[in-house]
């Protein structure tokens, strides 16, 4: 069973640079998407980008240019590293994983959440 843990966040200012880690344990050497995604208080969660582990990464609009995802296989870990943050980015970020749902942005097709870290981009 796979299962994900958060580290990383902070405050930062605007402009400046966070990353946030997400460890991925148990079995993910099926084709798995893992997401990360943002819900800031009174506001719907929101997609900001997901890679697969086959191979291949994608950005909502917001995210592109200003944020990158990886993932290391070797450490089972995936990265947010998020440049030119701005307060709007503010929220609390969630890592997640599905198993064979091919490349989704959907927060509807994760079954698997990690625990959630806070940003806060101040001005």
């Known amino acids: 069973q796979v299962q994900l843990a958060q580290s990383g966040g902070g405050s930062v200012q605007a402009g400046g640079s966070l990353s946030l880690s997400c460890s991925v344990s148990?079995?993910?050497?099926?084709?798995?998407?893992i997401g990360w995604f943002r819900q800031a208080p009174g506001k719907e969660r929101e997609e900001v980008a997901a890679?697969?582990?086959?191979?291949?990464?994608y950005y909502t609009d917001s995210a592109l240019g200003r944020f990158t995802v990886s993932l290391d296989n070797a450490k089972n870990t995936q990265y947010l590293i998020m440049n030119s943050l701005k307060p709007e980015d503010s929220g609390m970020y969630y890592c997640?994983?599905?198993?064979?749902?091919?490349?989704?942005?959907?927060?509807?097709?994760?079954?698997?959440w990690g625990q959630g870290t806070q940003v806060t981009v101040y001005s």
């Open positions: 890679v697969r582990t086959v191979g291949g990464t």
């Open positions: 997640a994983a599905e198993l064979r749902v091919g490349a989704t942005l959907n927060s509807d097709d994760f079954g698997i």
């Open positions: 148990g079995d993910t050497s099926t084709d798995t998407c």
